[in-house]
């Protein structure tokens, strides 16, 4: 077996393992086996990843006596929806899926959205294993159980908090990964140092680009580290009552943009994190929570590695402050109205906000600091 580390995620009778590591798609049905009701299971993927990587799950699945038809569905954002959620649902019940059935999410943070999704919701609840792709995937959305899909009021309205019961994240996939969607993922990495962890982040700062470029060591300590860090505070609030909403740092102001932008490949999630994470620090700072020297830094960082700290042209999308908080109003974190913000006293010091003057808020989407 690969040299691979495995994270304990502690949630009683929904504790799981996360295995970090390189060549683990060919183990993946040795560490599934054990774990599975029944051996078969449907494999869920998109089309740009099944092309390299399921015949490899599909025959490390096989050698390990376990069946696994497969579905391919298009790739992108936009398959988070309705529509392709209820195709998925029929096409697993036209495969007469029992409820002894796992479902395993090939690919990245949409594949393992829907397909968690599906998992919680088909047969009132079957099992899933998370075979997370991307970067985004394996630092953040395949640990810790929320699942859901986008809808014209906003991202994620609709889902569930369910966890898989596996989580194999195979660090070789990240070769085949455009560089646009790696350094997407990379921003939500950047995330935990700015939580809690300064010295991440300081590490970062140095190790950052060595990742990106394709640095093993590089790229094993930062997923394996972001893993333990999301683990950790997902253990503590599984359904986020409390510690677990920090995680969502940047991500009330870039899941606006991402509505904005109708979920298109043109602005990606971790994209509008960057721009989330460089907003809630200058608001931060705007309110005097946070030196400015802080705030200057974590926009230099994204920038330093070409990740995007403004909204960017868009054709046919109008970066309008009033619309941009009405869809944050909307969020699901909203709370009578009021719209609830992660900010920062400091990189690494991350705290809930939840009495923000909208005005100061407007101030920042209107590209003032």
């Not at 096989?62 to 569905?73: F, K, L, R, S």
């Not at 697993?92 to 990245?108: N, P, Q, Y």
């Not at 999704?117 to 970067?135: K, N």
């Not at 190790?207 to 683990?231: E, F, I, P």
Request: one cysteine or more; charged letters at 20%.
């Amino acid at each position: 077996m690969s040299d691979s580390e495995i994270i304990h995620l502690a949630l009683g009778p929904r504790s799981y393992d996360i295995h970090v590591g390189g060549g683990l798609l060919d183990q993946a049905g040795a560490l599934a086996a054990p774990l599975l009701k029944s051996p078969n299971a449907i494999i869920i993927t998109d089309e740009n990843v099944g092309p390299l990587y399921m015949e490899r799950l599909q025959e490390s699945l096989t050698d390990a006596g376990i069946e696994c038809p497969a579905i391919v569905i298009p790739a992108g954002e936009q398959t988070k929806d309705f529509h392709h959620f209820e195709e998925l649902l029929n096409t697993l019940l036209d495969m007469r899926i029992e409820r002894s059935s796992t479902l395993i999410a090939l690919g990245g943070g949409v594949i393992g959205d829907l397909t968690g999704f599906a998992a919680s919701v088909i047969l009132r609840g079957v099992d899933f294993i998370q075979v997370p792709t991307t970067l985004l995937a394996q630092v953040d959305s395949s640990v810790g159980g929320k699942t859901g899909i986008d809808t014209a009021h906003g991202k994620n309205l609709v889902g569930a908090f369910y966890q898989p019961r596996l989580v194999i994240a195979d660090l070789d996939t990240l070769d085949t990964l455009p560089a646009g969607e790696l350094r997407a993922g990379y921003a939500e990495t950047v995330k935990y140092g700015l939580i809690d962890d300064p010295d991440f982040f300081a590490w970062l700062e140095d190790a950052g680009a060595a990742l990106l470029k394709g640095d093993a060591d590089a790229r094993r300590r930062a997923v394996a580290h972001s893993c333990r860090a999301k683990a950790a505070i997902v253990a503590e609030d599984e359904r986020e009552g409390g510690r677990r909403a920090l995680l969502n740092l940047g991500h009330t102001f870039g899941h606006a943009l991402e509505t904005q932008a109708g979920f298109s490949g043109a602005l990606l999630h971790g994209e509008a994190v960057a721009i989330g994470c460089v907003m809630a620090f200058d608001l931060s700072a705007r309110l005097g929570f946070c030196p400015a020297i802080d705030a200057a830094r974590v926009r230099a960082h994204y920038e330093a590695l070409h990740l995007p700290t403004e909204p960017p042209t868009i054709q046919g999308v109008a970066w309008n402050a009033e619309q941009l908080l009405e869809h944050m109003t909307a969020d699901k974190k909203a709370e009578g109205g009021a719209i609830t913000f992660i900010l920062a006293r400091a990189i690494g010091e991350a705290f809930i906000a939840k009495d923000v003057d909208p005005g100061d808020v407007r101030a920042i989407l209107s590209g003032g600091a």
